[in-house]
Structure formats: C-alpha cells, structure tokens
C-alpha cells in the first residue's frame, strides 16, 4: 500500500511540476489530457474514487486515534501498528491534497486561456 501511495504522489508532483514549470506546448498537451479526463467518464470514476480514499483515510486517522490514548503505554507491536497507520493516512492526506491542487490548477489554466486569445487577437 505504500508502494503504491508514493507511487501516486511521485506521479501527481510530477503532473504538477510539468504544469507550472514546463513549456507552453507541454502544458496544452497536459491540459488537454485533463480535460479529456474531465470530459468523459473520467469524472464518474474519479469521483468515487476520491469519496473512497476520503473515507478510508479518516478511517486510517481513527484507528490510530483509538490506539493511541492518553492513558496507555504503547507497547512495541502497537507502535508498529501506530507507526504505519500514520504513514499510510500521511500518504493518503498528501495524495487528496495534491489532486486537489491539480484540479484547481487546471481550472485555472483552462480559465486564463480565452484571456490569451483575446490578447493574441488584439496584438494581430
């Protein structure tokens, strides 16, 4: 599991990074990807994708909240549980936030495009 969640966040940041520091042609092209995402049945699946890992995340953030209380001493096996719980929902946590950040990144780009447009018509 968490192979796969640092998997997902090495691959988001780099979506991220070739957003905002990448060419103007690359970034289109990304763009464009998002967009047929967005369009088709992207949306449908994502959707509940991001409403289950929502889920077992604060799932994840009360278990290891009920094994650790004020009152008792943890002993190895729990610390272990304890440990790898709060890795996986750390993982999971970076993961939602940084989907949201690339939707919202999106929108913004695709939003500044007609402004571009026009400015390109003017200037011609």
Do not use: C
Request: charge should be neutral; charged fraction near 20%.
């Amino acid at each position: 599991m968490q192979l796969f969640l640092s998997l997902l966040l090495l691959s988001e940041m780099t979506l991220l990074f070739a957003l905002v520091f990448s060419s103007s042609k690359l970034r289109e092209l990304i763009t464009m990807m998002l967009d047929k995402i967005v369009e088709g049945k992207g949306g449908a699946i994502s959707l509940p994708v991001v409403a289950t890992l929502t889920v077992v995340f604060i799932s994840m953030v009360y278990d290891a909240k009920g094994i650790w209380t004020e009152d008792v001493v943890l002993n190895a096996a729990d610390e272990v549980l304890m440990v790898n719980l709060v890795l996986k929902a750390t993982l999971m946590g970076f993961a939602l936030y940084l989907a949201l950040i690339t939707y919202g990144f999106h929108k913004y780009i695709k939003g500044s495009r007609p402004w571009e447009a026009a400015k390109e018509k003017k200037s011609i």
